[in-house]
T-cell receptor, first 114, second 118 residues
């Protein structure tokens, strides 16, 4: 299957700092990427849809000024958690579409805000 | 109404036996896709199998098969010859819209925990 990478795989930061998470499609071009967050023992919740060269589309209840998404190229989308707080601690996963409609996921980033 | 329903909270299966994980869905879109993913404790989402709404035959991928019953709106995952490494969380998901729905989001069920006993 297609390979999607994420960096970093885990990050611990102090409250009030910003954290950037990168999502890359390694062997294909992804015009659309998706960002999810997942709390322990729960399902994935879509945060936003990221389209290359345009503004991201955020799901209801997701603060776009808090979770900044940039999809500057066909292989890279970034999620920046601005002024992170402990309640932002979660598992963040990106996904990319490939031709034919299949979806592949990155390995996820575990964020802990102290 | 929930779009994807996975009601089994946890499943146990003996190693080498087959197990069925249930998934029902709800959509009025004639074009949709159904996915199953495996999430081990490491957190990565591993793609297992895909079924398109217009596919005539049930999808199969190695030990995984999808029992697609369109009229009942069910898409159960069957794992044959269970292995200890199959212990994980399993998610059913649906994509609506378009032939491939490249820009369409996936809606996930709550997931099912599968434990394989030696």
């Amino acid at each position: 299957g297609a390979v999607v990478s994420q960096h970093p795989s885990w990050v611990i930061c102090k409250s009030g700092t910003s954290v950037k998470i990168e999502c890359r499609s390694l062997d294909f071009q992804a015009t659309t990427m998706f960002w999810y967050r997942q709390f322990p023992k729960q399902s994935l919740m879509l945060m936003a849809t990221s389209n290359e060269g345009s503004k991201a589309t955020y799901e209801q209840g997701v603060e776009k000024d808090k979770f900044l998404i940039n999809h500057a190229s066909l292989t890279l989308s970034t999620l920046t958690v601005t002024s992170a707080h402990p309640e932002d601690s979660s598992f963040y996963i990106c996904s990319a579409s490939v031709a034919g409609g299949l979806r592949f996921f990155g390995p996820g980033t575990r964020l802990t805000v102290l | 109404a929930q779009k994807i329903t996975q009601t089994q909270p946890g499943m146990f299966v003996q190693e080498k036996e087959a197990v069925t994980l249930d998934c029902t869905y709800d959509t009025s879109d004639p074009s949709y896709g159904l996915f199953w993913y495996k999430q081990p404790s490491s957190g990565e989402m591993i793609f297992l199998i895909y079924q398109g709404s217009y596919d005539q035959q049930n999808a199969t991928e190695g030990r995984y098969s999808l029992n697609f019953q369109k009229a009942r709106k069910s898409a159960n995952l069957v794992i044959s010859a269970s292995q200890l490494g199959d212990s994980a969380m399993y998610f059913c998901a649906m994509r609506e819209g378009g032939l491939t729905g490249a820009n369409s989001k996936l809606t996930f069920g709550k997931g099912i925990t599968l434990s394989v006993r030696p």
